[in-house]
């Protein structure tokens, strides 16, 4: 891809430089409804088992503890350093995997476990290994080659050994946290993590077996630049991950406490972060990489590109995953579950998540069932963030609609982005462009319904599109 075919000019950066969701869900979690409580999430959880082919189950488990805070985190996380509050936790992440396994039919074969946070690897290696025995214990795992098992490592607190451990325990796939390399930045945003600390992590995972490295980096952050931001690109390609997470900063202090430490005077302008994706886009299509969704890139013989490849890609929580026909279950402090045609939400807050479990109940406190709208907006917009188009033939037969007539509206909204080149109309689909895909987001939501809502977009629930 051609970084020329990427260039927007600053009228069109002011136009679509504005709130908007990443659509990891459709509806996004603002819709969520505190009506939908455990009586609902059990009901959903039978009626997935209806299916004449069982639809198989992807298991996510929040880790909240952090021993240190980063300043540009938005995640669900407790720092600390004092190791004995997992234990308390995870006797009663075990009162819910008790809670929630017999919902669900035994012949359901669990083919993907991730753990996020927070940061995982807060844990011990015994910890984990009974995190996972525990759930192996409840559920059926899949055998095949594809079953994944992933968690996100923070590189600052983990040594080769431990790496060594986890691949006893069966991980085969890890993500790695980085940012950014450039000393500036690291101090900005409190997090001091050296290059050969990163290094010596991913080359325990390669020499344990694991099928798959992942690396993070955030554009937009403070006092980043493009030639800092260049170097730290340049050593990424050096270790080589199979894969890269390229996320754009959001910055939202009123929703965020730690991001008051960070200066705004400090944060690149939206010119300049989207000449730091560019310089991303650039640089890792030259050095061999697939750019995957909106914010991913691969290497062409990683899972995640040939998913793409061949049409079986899936965004939700947990970013962009290969495994589309799963229903996905989430343990823990603020996990999100979306199983059959519902959404929910655990508490986001660890004490009441702890009274629910100690009162014998289920930890969901919001949800949503789709509606047959909200499950056809979601189609598309699923289409969209992984394929880069939207089917209309495709999704005329499956929802048997007249796709302008049902989305004349979303139209009128997306006729000025075909105008600025960001879509192309086409008999059978409407295509994003190169420079489309640098905001997926703003085409998204032309055909969000919720934000046609005036207190949608004027209350700052989403960040910033650029």
């Known amino acids: 891809m051609h970084t020329s075919s990427l260039q927007l000019d600053p009228a069109l950066l002011t136009r679509y430089d504005r709130p908007g969701p990443r659509y990891t869900s459709y509806p996004t979690a603002p819709q969520f409804q505190a009506g939908f409580g455990e009586a609902q999430l059990k009901e959903a959880a039978r009626a997935s088992n209806g299916d004449p082919i069982p639809r198989r189950l992807s298991l996510y488990v929040h880790v909240p503890f952090c021993e240190s805070p980063c300043f540009y985190c938005g995640c669900n996380r407790v720092i600390t350093r ?163 997470a390229i996320y754009s900063y959001a910055h939202m202090p009123h929703l965020f406490r730690p991001q008051r430490q960070i200066e705004a005077a400090d944060l690149p302008d939206a010119a300049t972060k989207l000449a730091l994706l560019r310089l991303a886009i650039e640089k890792l299509t030259a050095a061999g990489y697939v750019y995957i969704g909106m914010d991913h890139f691969a290497l062409p013989d990683d899972d995640l590109a040939q998913a793409q490849a061949r049409g079986g890609l899936h965004r939700n929580f947990m970013g962009y995953t290969t495994h589309a026909d799963s229903d996905l279950i989430g343990f823990g402090v603020s996990a999100i579950s979306h199983i059959g045609d519902s959404f929910s939400q655990n508490h986001r807050d660890l004490p009441g998540w702890q009274a629910a479990l100690d009162e014998g109940r289920l930890p969901v406190f919001r949800g949503l069932r789709l509606s047959e709208d909200d499950q056809l907006r979601a189609d598309l917009i699923q289409t969209l963030m992984c394929q880069g188009e939207i089917p209309v033939r495709a999704l005329e037969r499956r929802y048997a609609i007249d796709f302008d007539r049902y989305f004349a509206g979303a139209l009128d909204k997306l006729a000025p982005l075909a105008e600025d080149g960001l879509v192309r109309r086409e008999p059978e689909r409407i295509a994003v462009t190169p420079a489309g895909r640098l905001l997926l987001r703003n085409i998204a939501m032309c055909f969000d319904r919720y934000l046609e809502q005036p207190a949608e977009l004027a209350t700052p629930r989403f960040s910033r599109a650029i």
Do not use: W
Not at 94 to 106: G, N, S, T, V
Not at 140 to 168: G, K, M, Y
Not at 187 to 211: K, P
């Open 82 to 244: 004092d190791k004995s509050r997992s234990e308390p936790y995870l006797a009663r992440l075990y009162r819910e995997i008790a809670l929630m396994a017999p919902l669900f039919d035994r012949d359901r074969e669990v083919i993907q476990l991730h753990f996020g946070g927070g940061t995982p690897n807060f844990l011990t290696a015994a910890q984990l290994r009974e995190v996972v025995d525990t759930l192996r214990s409840h559920f059926h795992f899949a055998e095949s080659r594809e079953r994944d098992i992933s968690i996100e490592l923070d590189p600052r607190f983990i040594t080769p050994e431990a790496v060594a451990e986890l691949a006893a325990i069966g991980f085969n796939r890890a993500s790695l946290g980085v940012q950014d390399f450039d000393p500036a930045v690291q101090a900005a945003v409190n997090r001091i993590q050296s290059i050969e600390q990163t290094r010596a992590v991913v080359d325990a995972c390669r020499a344990n077996g694991f099928r798959s490295v992942n690396i993070d980096l955030i554009y937009g952050l403070p006092k980043q630049t493009l030639d800092g931001f260049g170097r730290t690109l340049d050593e990424v390609v050096a270790i080589r991950p199979d894969r890269l």
